[in-house]
């Protein structure tokens, strides 16, 4: 029988030799990924597209669908994830603009949709992740669309209507709250800083564990976190990471009302993805105050056997009680029974405006 140093040393030669060939077939496909690049720029071109998120959602649908590996489907996705994420690097570094600071929910997001090589670019204000996207001074941004207690991120519906940039992918990331400060004790704390949507997904146990301590409102959940490190009797509602990140106790963790609490993601760029088997189309309209009118737009995609996985309503800037109908459907605008549904549907809307057509996510 051999030793238990004997046997480490035999599984450990298998495990280099194996890396060894990981390391040779990373390096082969990143010289692919460089030939590429080549191809992309071909005669000069200026406006090259490195960034192709169909393609990203096929290789990562195709990684989940063969792999029978002790790694789960997701675990196996999120390292190729990486291995894309360092090979578009080679290509294009690409800067990603989120509504910050560091350590913020939606700079989660980005990561997860862009892998750690990406470039994180953190602005103040999701209106600044619109602007710097539409002034082409980042190549993509991602905002914060809706979360599953609270609904939909205001701020981001209204930009959507004005803005020049398209969606180019979704990215779901569970939500879990904790209080953070510099004490460690509740009853020291005099005030709650946190982002209104996050306020509102623990309206309930603020109110049965901090009751009559001051609720106030900021433009993100880091923030609140970076001025919770100015004051000891502030605390702030933000994730784990911004307690480490902000060198901050942990005074209760998973504060959120809902366990299955979840934020959707959108990523917003200039340039539209073609079809990638499994997409989604996002459109905003407004309608005729007239009978009828949403049943319409509704048979439009019945009768083509369209889903609509999402319709929200938020009431439209100019004119008082009328409506912007928010709606996401299956299917890109690429395909055909998508594009006679959409141009059926435009001719019956006030307002009418395609926001883009995007790859399902196959990351969980
Ligand atoms: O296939 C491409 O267009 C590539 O650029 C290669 C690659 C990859 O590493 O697989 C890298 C970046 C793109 O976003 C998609 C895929």
């Known amino acids: 029988m051999a030793t238990e140093a004997e046997q480490l040393l035999q599984i450990r030669q298998q495990i280099d ?32 597209v490195f960034y192709r998120p169909e393609r990203e959602a096929q290789v990562l649908r195709a990684v989940k669908a ?38 913020s929910y939606t700079h989660a997001a980005v990561l997860k949709q862009f892998g750690s090589f990406a470039q994180p670019v953190p602005v103040s204000t999701i209106e600044d992740v619109f602007k710097v996207v539409d002034t082409n001074q980042v190549d993509y941004g991602v905002v914060p669309l809706e979360n599953s207690t609270e609904g939909a991120v205001t701020t981001t519906q209204d930009c959507l209507i004005s803005t020049h940039a398209t969606v180019t992918g979704e990215v779901e990331l569970p939500i879990h709250h904790c209080l953070l400060g510099q004490s460690k004790q509740l009853h020291t704390i005099s005030k709650v800083l946190a982002h209104p949507q996050a306020l509102g997904q623990c309206r309930t146990w603020l ?16 923030l609140a976190a970076k001025m919770a490190q100015e004051h000891a009797d502030v605390a702030a509602i933000a994730s784990e990471q911004a307690a480490s990140l902000y060198q901050l106790n942990i005074l209760k963790s998973h504060i959120e009302d809902a366990q299955n609490n979840t ?21 905003i309209l407004s309608l005729a105050n007239e009978a009828g009118a949403l049943l319409r737009i509704l048979d439009s995609f019945a009768k083509r056997n369209i889903s609509m996985t999402r319709i929200v309503s938020r009431p439209a800037s100019d004119q008082k009680w009328d409506y912007m109908f928010y709606i996401d459907i299956t299917g890109h605008q690429q395909d055909p029974a998508v594009a006679e549904a959409l141009a059926e549907v435009q001719t019956n809307a006030r307002f009418f405006k395609l926001l883009g057509s995007y790859p399902v996510s196959p990351l969980n």
């Not at 109110?207 to 880091?222: F, H, I, M, T, W």
């Open 17 to 48: 030799t194996i890396d060894e060939q990981i390391q040779q077939l990373i390096t082969q496909r990143a010289l692919c990924a460089k030939q590429v690049a080549d191809i992309k720029t071909q005669g000069g071109r200026v406006e090259a």
């Open 66 to 103: 063969r792999n029978t590996s002790v790694l789960s489907d997701d675990d196996m996705a999120r390292l190729f994830r990486e291995i894309m994420s360092v090979c578009l690097a080679l290509e294009q570094p690409l800067r990603v603009a989120y509504l910050g600071p560091e350590g």
């Open 207 to 222: 109110r049965n564990n901090l009751p009559g301590v001051k609720l106030e409102a900021v433009d993100s959940n880091a």
């Open 263 to 283: 934020t959707k993601f959108w990523v917003i760029g200039r340039h539209a993805p073609t079809p990638s088997g499994e997409d989604k189309t996002a459109l």
